[in-house]
């Protein structure tokens, strides 16, 4: 069965302070990992997407990397404006369907 | 500007009332589709639309319908809406299937 996991579910850091947000998936003939934010009440933006093993993106604060089984958002030094829920998802080739993971919420305080 | 527009933004309403939801894309965008967000369950899928007059069920559609006759526009209607159904919603259009989506700003629906 196609799943998308996220990691942690929250995560607290200070103003600076560098981190990871994980993303591992298991979906039948991956065609795209989407990596998305949400700010409470609204709907999710779109950031970056990712197609093959090795591929980076990059954001300013934010850069998107995939393996065969895993997808990372990285965030260097962030800030307070940064605070959001982030979601990763997953495209199956196979069924057609966009997997989206529970989303981790990341709190940046000053 | 390009955008995805849902309205109403809110909705409060009593078990058993036809309600409908419209969806709107200025994109030209073939791809679109109907999710709900619950806490701890995250985004699902309701039904999605690959173009016009084609659409398919997603992962939850029990108590769903939809209708894709135009391109732009993809309502949702709940024929006999039931408490279960309060959630957020959010309609949403891509290029084609498997590109980026973009989402509406959502709507919020109680029912009571």
């Known amino acids: 069965e196609d799943q998308v996991t996220q990691s942690p579910e929250a995560l607290r850091l200070q103003e600076g302070e560098s981190s990871s947000l994980n993303c591992s998936y298991t979906v039948s003939g991956l065609r795209g990992l989407f990596w998305y934010r949400q700010d409470p009440g609204k709907g999710p933006e779109f950031l970056f997407t990712l197609y093959s093993a090795g591929e980076e993106k990059e954001k300013e604060r934010l850069k998107a990397t995939l393996t065969k089984k895993e997808s990372f958002l990285h965030i260097t030094a962030p800030k307070p404006e940064d605070s959001a829920t982030y979601l990763c998802a997953a495209h199956s080739g196979n069924t057609g369907k966009l997997i989206f993971g529970q989303g981790t919420t990341l709190q940046v305080k000053p | 500007e390009a955008q995805v527009t849902q309205n109403p933004r809110y909705l409060i309403t009593v078990t058993g009332k036809k309600l409908t939801v419209t969806c709107s894309q200025n994109m030209n965008h073939e791809y679109m589709s109907w999710y709900r967000q619950d806490p701890g369950l995250g985004l699902r899928q309701i039904y999605y639309s690959m173009n016009v007059e084609v659409t398919d069920k997603g992962d939850v559609p029990e108590g769903y319908k939809v209708s894709r006759k135009e391109k732009r526009n993809f309502p949702l209607i709940l024929e006999s809406p039931s408490p279960n159904q309060t959630s957020l919603y959010f309609c949403?259009?891509?290029?084609?299937?498997?590109?980026?989506?973009?989402f509406g700003p959502g709507t919020r629906l109680t029912v009571l």
């Open positions: 949403a259009s891509s290029f084609t299937s498997g590109y980026e989506q973009f």
